[in-house]
C-alpha cells in the first residue's frame, strides 16, 4: 500500500499542465493526456478576449494547444514571442504535413478547423504525443496516441456526389467521405438563386436559421449532418456522429447512421 502511494505521488508530482484555446480541443487532448491537469480557455467565438486569469492560467502550463486562428490566440503567440509564456505553444496550422482545402472556385486557404478531417486529426494527435513525451518520458503519450489513430482508421465510410457546405470548417468535415464541396453557402456573402441543386447539403449541429433555410432553398438528394466544432466532444466522437438523411423516399425521410462504431468501443481499455 505504502509503495503504491509513493508511486502515485510521483506520478502526480510529473503530471503536466495543460492549456487548450478552445474547450472542445481540450476533449482530444484528454485523450492521450489521461494524468495531466487539462485547462481550456471559455472561448466559444472568434471575438473572445482573453481575461487576466486566462493570462495567468497560459502563464503556469506546461504546454499550449491553439489552433491559431482568432485574434486572441494571436495575442498568444505574441505573448511566446515575448518570452512571457514558459511552456510549449502547438499551434495547428503550423504542424508539419499538415494539409489544407481552398475553398471552391478560389485559390484561397480554408484554414478552419482543418483537423475535421481524419489525416489531419492522425497527424495532430502523433505530433502532440510526440510534444508530450519529450515533457514526460515516463508517461505513455505515444502509445495512446497510436491506439486513437487506429480508432480513426476503423472509420470507413464513401459517398459520391456534390455537396454544399453551410460553414467553411464543414469541408474538412465531409471531404474525406468522397463528396465534392461546390461552395460554402456562409463563408461569403450570397445571392438569391445563388445555390440550385446538390446530391448533399451539408448542415451543421444545432442547425442555425441559415443552415435551415438552405433544406427549403436548395434543391438536394440528402442531407449530411456534422457536429460544430464548439460541440465539446473529441474529433473522433464527432466524426462517429456524422449522419445521413436520405430524402428520396416519397413522404418521410430514412435516416442512416454512417457512424455508430458503438459504446464498447468507445469505452474501450488501452488508455
Not at 183 to 200: I, L, Q, W
Amino acid at each position: 500500500m505504502r509503495m503504491l502511494m509513493i508511486i502515485l505521488l510521483i506520478s502526480n508530482a510529473n503530471a503536466l499542465t495543460i492549456v487548450t484555446t478552445f474547450p472542445s480541443l481540450k476533449e482530444d487532448v484528454r485523450m492521450i493526456a489521461v494524468n495531466d491537469t487539462i485547462y481550456s480557455i471559455p472561448a466559444y467565438s472568434h471575438d473572445y478576449e482573453l481575461t487576466p486569469r486566462d493570462v495567468e492560467m497560459l502563464k503556469n502550463a506546461d504546454l499550449i494547444v491553439s489552433t491559431s486562428h482568432t485574434h486572441f490566440e494571436e495575442r498568444i503567440s505574441e505573448m511566446k514571442v515575448r518570452g512571457e509564456l514558459k511552456g510549449i505553444l502547438v499551434e495547428i496550422p503550423k504542424i508539419e504535413s499538415m494539409k489544407f482545402l481552398k475553398y471552391p472556385n478560389t485559390e484561397r486557404i480554408n484554414p478552419h478547423m482543418p483537423i475535421y478531417d481524419p489525416g489531419n486529426y492522425k497527424i495532430f494527435i502523433l505530433h502532440l504525443a510526440d510534444v508530450l513525451q519529450s515533457l514526460n518520458p515516463s508517461e505513455r503519450y505515444v502509445d495512446r496516441a497510436e491506439e486513437v489513430c487506429r480508432e480513426v482508421d476503423e472509420i470507413e465510410i464513401s459517398l459520391n456526389g456534390t455537396a454544399l457546405v453551410d460553414y467553411p470548417f464543414a469541408q474538412y468535415a465531409v471531404n474525406w467521405l468522397g463528396l465534392r464541396v461546390v461552395d460554402v453557402a456562409f463563408n461569403s456573402p450570397t445571392t438569391p438563386g445563388k445555390f440550385k441543386s446538390v446530391d448533399y447539403l451539408v448542415l451543421t449541429k444545432p442547425l442555425s436559421l441559415r443552415s435551415k433555410a438552405l433544406m427549403e432553398n436548395v434543391e438536394h438528394k440528402a442531407i449530411v449532418y456534422v457536429e460544430s466544432p464548439f460541440t465539446n466532444k473529441s474529433i473522433i466522437q464527432k466524426l462517429r456522429e456524422i449522419e445521413v438523411v436520405s430524402e428520396e423516399t416519397p413522404g418521410y425521410s430514412v435516416i442512416i447512421v454512417l457512424f455508430s462504431i458503438g459504446v464498447v468501443l468507445w469505452l474501450r481499455s488501452g488508455f
